[in-house]
T-cell receptor
Framework: DTGVSQDPRHKITKRGQNVTFRCDPI?????LYWYRQTLGQGPEFLTY????????KSRLLSDRFSAERPKGSFSTLEIQRTEQGDSAMYLC?????????????FGPGTRLTVT | AQSVSQHNHHVILSEAASLELGCNYS??????LFWYVQYPGQHLQLLLK??????LVKGIKGFEAEFIKSKFSFNLRKPSVQWSDTAEYFC?????????????FGGGTRVLVKP
């Protein structure tokens, strides 16, 4: 399968713990996006990378959240000191470039439950 | 900033019925418009997209959407649904001016097709 992959698919953690998610984009895709989806809502943009550079962060991304894409390939999203409000599906998407013709391909998501 | 509204949260219909899902966006400039579908247990997938030109766009699996600029709408239609169209449907927009081409999604419409 050469699509976007995310690991883990499910994560249950206790409030206050740190968690890290990984996203592997489609090979050669230089754009990588993180979105968050809560129950009954559409995905909301969190941040995106152009190669290894993080170019924009949503105000939804508090100081407890950090994302990296160290070599311009896979990306990690870390949440420190998790809160119950962080429970959501975290989606990763990638695209070959930017502009009108480039579709974003989504991964299966990581479902986070904070107890 | 752009926003997207999907007025129907849940739709239930029988096979062979026609489907129309409403989508309205708010943004004063040029937008790109998308419909994504999420089948049970699967990734978000692109159904169709509109960038410019003919406002009637045809997508995969017999779906089509019409962009009506004066109404800020991009409604999705299918003349005759099948049980396999049971899914959640998301309307999304992005703009050339929005950094990174990030997508703004509506809240989604859950469609249940009864056999």
């Amino acid at each position: 399968d050469t699509g976007v992959s995310q690991d883990p698919r499910h994560k249950i953690t206790k409030r206050g713990q740190n968690v890290t998610f990984r996203c592997d984009p489609i090979s050669e895709h230089n754009r990588l996006y993180w979105y968050r989806q809560t129950l009954g809502q559409g995905p909301e943009f969190l941040t995106y990378f152009q190669n290894e550079a993080q170019l924009e962060k949503s105000r939804l991304l508090s100081d407890r959240f950090s994302a990296e894409r160290p070599k311009g390939s896979f990306s990690t999203l870390e949440i420190q000191r998790t809160e119950q409000g962080d429970s959501a599906m975290y989606l990763c998407a990638s695209s070959l470039g930017w502009g009108r013709s480039y579709e974003q391909y989504f991964g299966p998501g990581t479902r986070l439950t904070v107890t | 900033a752009q926003s997207v509204s999907q007025h129907n949260h849940h739709v239930i219909l029988s096979e062979a019925a026609s489907l129309e899902l409403g989508c309205n966006y708010s943004y004063g400039g040029t937008v790109n418009l998308f419909w994504y579908v999420q089948y049970p247990g699967q990734h978000l997938q692109l159904l169709l997209k509109y960038f410019s030109g003919d406002p009637l766009v045809k997508g995969i699996k017999g779906f089509e959407a019409e962009f009506i600029k004066s109404k800020f709408s991009f409604n999705l239609r299918k003349p005759s649904v099948q049980w396999s169209d049971t899914a959640e449907y998301f309307c999304a927009v992005n703009t050339i001016k929005a950094a990174g081409n990030k997508l703004t999604f509506g809240g989604g419409t859950r469609v249940l097709v009864k056999p």
